[in-house]
């Protein structure tokens, strides 16, 4: 009998079993692949923040981030250099082995190339893989098991409201590696994106709701040059109604803690998992796993991170509603030097409502500011 089982094991999953194992819970993750950190579907670029919440070494990192290069619709660029590193680019199967490695130093075991079938009426998870078919039996299920969560399928869970898909391809191109490129019209449900990805090589790609595929093909056809690699991935857009319940916590992309501003979810999903494990160790240690004791951890991942996940699910609908225009006229601010100041102060890719909230007292910023009321801004910035 485990204290609890960790199903996944990307960063939120490795992380979660890490901090159980810390906080002297017996801890089992299991994984449905045969390595970690294969298959990639992530771009790869995170904040500062994210990459410290991490907990792990230089390994993993290939550039440092200081700035990023927006292109409007017609074709301008507009620049935002902070001066100094804000954000990072790594290698994610690097990142999610050694992140791994952490929690199997701490006492969590790991079990690869494990699937679980089904939730016994006792708890336990029936799971099949190199061991054969056998019952896992578990005080508590932490379900870190990326956006399609078989978890919250067995259990279920009702799942976040959006669901974007992206398409990447690393590309031999050579750019400026502290910049990043934002390409607004790439996808006008979201955007397209080009990363510094190495000497002389580059990440494509973009995320959206529909026609994925040809806005793909006709921005990749920007860049003539041999794709050394492909990548497919599905990216959840919105908390899921509830995250706990079940004996079961939902952390990361499987309770859908993603950052709507940018599709990235590893700060979000560390965070979640920490919150995951203090609340795993109250529960072991009281010995109740009941609905009413599992509540803890949604109140504390919403007190850490909720509004930030709020402002960032209206930003991506007002998204949709925007025209090119009026998205080419928000990229203006990089224009103007009160307001790129206060960018480049209170910017963070993480938490971006303080940004908001400096910027609305900024006059240069008015215009722009009756624009967002206009489409219901003003509703989530109380």
Same mark, same amino acid.
């Given at each position: 009998m485990y204290d609890v089982v960790v199903v996944g094991a990307g960063p939120s999953g490795s992380t979660a079993a890490r901090e159980c194992a810390k906080r002297g819970l017996t801890t089992l993750c299991i994984e449905e692949h045969g390595t970690i950190g294969h298959p990639v579907q992530c771009a790869?670029?995170?904040?500062?923040?994210?990459?410290?919440? #991490?907990? *792990?070494?230089?390994?993993s990192v290939l550039h440092e981030i200081r700035g990023a290069r927006f292109v409007t619709s017609a074709?301008?660029?507009? $620049?935002?250099?902070?001066?100094?590193?804000?954000? #990072? *680019?790594? %290698?994610r199967g690097i990142? %999610?082995?050694?992140?791994?490695?952490?929690?199997?130093?701490?006492?969590?075991?790991?079990?690869?190339?494990?699937y679980v079938q089904r939730i016994s009426p006792s708890g336990g998870l029936i799971t099949t893989g190199v061991h054969g078919r056998e =019952?896992?039996?578990?005080?508590?299920?932490?379900?870190?098991?990326?956006?399609?969560?078989?978890i919250a399928r067995l259990q279920g869970f009702p799942r976040s409201p959006v669901l974007l898909t992206g398409l990447q391809a690393e590309i031999r191109w050579e750019m400026d590696p502290g910049y990043v490129e934002v390409h607004p019209h790439a996808s006008p449900d979201f955007f397209g994106w080009v990363i510094p990805a190495g000497k002389n090589r580059a990440r494509v790609g973009l995320c959206g709701t529909k026609e994925v595929q040809n806005r793909f093909d006709r921005f990749l056809c920007r860049y003539p040059t041999p794709c050394?690699?492909?990548? $497919?991935?599905?990216?959840?857009?919105? +908390?899921? !109604?509830? $995250?706990?319940?079940?004996r079961t916590l939902y952390v990361g992309d499987a309770a859908g803690l993603v950052k !709507?501003?940018?599709?990235?979810? +590893? @700060?979000?999903? +560390?965070?979640?998992?920490?919150?995951?494990?203090?609340?795993?160790? /109250? #529960? #072991? =240690?009281?010995?109740?796993?009941?609905?009413?004791a599992?509540?803890? @951890?949604?109140q504390r991942w919403k007190k850490d991170f909720g509004r930030e996940l709020r402002l960032g699910f209206r930003l991506f609908?007002?998204?949709?509603?925007?025209?090119? =225009?009026? +998205?080419?006229?928000?990229?203006?601010?990089?224009?103007?030097?009160?307001?790129?100041?206060? /960018?480049? $102060? @209170?910017?963070?890719?993480?938490?971006?409502?303080?940004l908001f909230l400096q910027l609305a007292k900024k006059p240069a910023f008015y215009p722009l500011l009756r624009l967002l009321v206009q489409k219901g801004l003003h509703q989530i910035l109380r």
């Open positions: 790869g670029l995170l904040s500062l923040a994210a990459w410290q919440e #991490c907990g *792990v070494s230089q390994k074709g301008d660029v507009h $620049t935002l250099d902070a001066g100094v590193p804000k954000a #990072c *680019v790594v %290698d990142l %999610d082995r050694e992140i791994a490695a952490s929690a199997l130093a701490a006492g969590a075991d790991l079990r690869l190339k494990t =019952e896992v039996q578990t005080r508590l299920i932490i379900a870190a098991d990326g956006v399609r969560s078989g050394t690699h492909h990548v $497919t991935g599905a990216i959840p857009l919105g +908390v899921m !109604p509830r $995250t706990y319940g079940k !709507p501003t940018s599709g990235g979810g +590893v @700060y979000t999903g +560390v965070r979640s998992a920490r919150h995951a494990a203090d609340v795993a160790a /109250i #529960c #072991c =240690e009281r010995d109740r796993f009941d609905d009413g599992l509540s803890l @951890y949604e609908q007002l998204r949709g509603s925007l025209t090119p =225009e009026e +998205v080419d006229r928000l990229l203006s601010v990089l224009d103007d030097p009160s307001l790129l100041d206060s /960018i480049k $102060t @209170y910017g963070d890719m993480d938490r971006p409502r303080r």
